[in-house]
């Protein structure tokens, strides 16, 4: 079977997790804050920017209490989003309002959002479609202008730049995932970035019950360490030592997945180029930089699940990703959403992850061929 994507994990992880169990702390410590600090440098800030917690969708959860969105307030998410999302905004008891996306990279635009603005819209959740930029130029001034605050979910966009910059700092929040279906993998993790360091503050002490000092878990506390003060309520969402190792692991691994990635996109583009049937991904602005997170296919011809059976049953595995929110019923959020109707009608999100050989990348590309000659 080919994967659609799949962790590269090796005894570097394994060491460095064998040195956690052996130091007797496997909670929340040293790995934690070196990951938080190699991850700011990576995005080209400081830690007081920077916090982990122990999944992306805590970050989206947590967005909506930290960036001061209320019962009540409109909250503007692209249609193609993650299912976290849609919850973050519902749970905090917000409302729901979707827009439209690019059918082609399946990014929302500023025009999209700019129609479902209202006096009551008092965010934009942005989704960037497999860590491929969202157009920021258009949507900050945007967001400027109506005074909105701009999440961004950079799920997938650990390697991602725009306009020179790593993607996610534009935006007054940011969030990274590291689940086992990403690129930096950990088992669950994530680190967040705030453009307000005051907001960081206030996020470290959310995501740990709103305790003042961290004796919970430091245990610096020279005496009466039973006694504790909060200053807030908060949850409880924080990496551990174990999750960490892997993550460092992982981070040092990077420009080598980065580069396997690439070429495996590269690949596909020269394989499938000459596929009349066929939309290829869209090359990328200047100063922008993809994670090569998907490498998704349009087919122009109403096929795309044809392909996707076909595909499976010769061992390779193909899926679309993100199922629109304005199809999910309990949301109940209707309207007319014609590209992201197109877009997750025609989509296909090809096998990508960096332990393909190049054999595979064949295999895949000439199935394709094969079913274009028979179908198309
Ligand atoms: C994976 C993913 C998430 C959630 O990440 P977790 O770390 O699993 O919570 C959020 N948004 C997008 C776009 C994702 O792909």
Not at 14 to 27: M, Q, T, Y
Not at 66 to 74: A, F, H, Q, S
Not at 114 to 130: C, D, W
């Amino acid at each position: 079977m080919i994967n659609v994507m799949q962790p590269t994990l090796g005894q570097e992880e394994l060491d460095a997790i064998k040195g956690v169990f052996e130091s007797n702390w496997i909670g929340k410590g040293k790995l934690v804050s070196d990951f938080e600090k190699m991850y700011a440098e990576h995005l080209g800030t400081t830690p007081d920017h920077v916090l982990s917690t122990n999944c992306c969708s805590e970050g989206l959860f947590s967005s909506m209490h930290l960036m001061g969105i209320e019962p009540g307030d409109e909250v503007i998410v692209p249609t193609v989003s993650f299912v976290g999302a849609g919850n973050a905004v519902c749970v905090n008891g917000s409302k729901l309002v979707l827009c439209d996306v690019d059918p082609r990279t399946l990014n929302a635009r500023a025009e999209d959002i700019e129609k479902v603005i209202t006096p009551k819209t008092k965010a934009i959740l942005l989704l960037h479609f497999g860590g491929i930029p969202c157009e920021m130029d258009k949507i900050m001034p945007l967001a400027e202008a109506h005074g909105l605050k701009v999440i961004e979910d950079c799920a997938a966009g650990v390697w991602s730049k725009y306009n020179g910059h790593a993607l996610g700092t534009d935006g007054d929040m940011a969030m990274w995932s590291f689940d086992a279906m990403k690129i930096l993998v950990c088992g669950d993790g994530s680190i967040l970035h705030f453009k307000n360091p005051e907001v960081r503050e206030k996020a470290d002490k959310w995501l740990y019950f709103g305790l003042e000092a961290k004796s919970g878990y430091e245990n610096s506390v020279a005496q009466k360490w039973w006694e504790f003060d909060i200053s807030a309520y908060g949850h409880r969402a924080i990496m551990n030592n174990v999750t960490a190792a892997m993550a460092i692991e992982q981070f040092k691994k990077l420009p080598m997945f980065m580069k396997k990635r690439e070429a495996v996109h590269n690949a596909y583009n020269e394989g499938l180029k000459d596929i009349e049937w066929l939309d290829l991904p869209l090359p990328l602005d200047e100063g922008s930089r993809s994670s090569f997170y998907f490498y998704h296919i349009q087919l122009k011809n109403a096929k795309r699940d044809d392909l996707a059976r076909y595909l499976r049953e010769r061992d390779i595995y193909t899926t679309y990703r993100y199922f629109p929110l304005h199809r999910v019923p309990h949301y109940g959020v209707g309207g007319d959403f014609p590209n992201a109707d197109y877009a997750a009608d025609n989509t296909l999100c090809l096998p990508m992850h960096q332990s393909l050989t190049e054999e595979e990348v064949q295999v895949v590309i000439d199935k394709i061929k094969e079913f274009g000659k028979m179908y198309c």
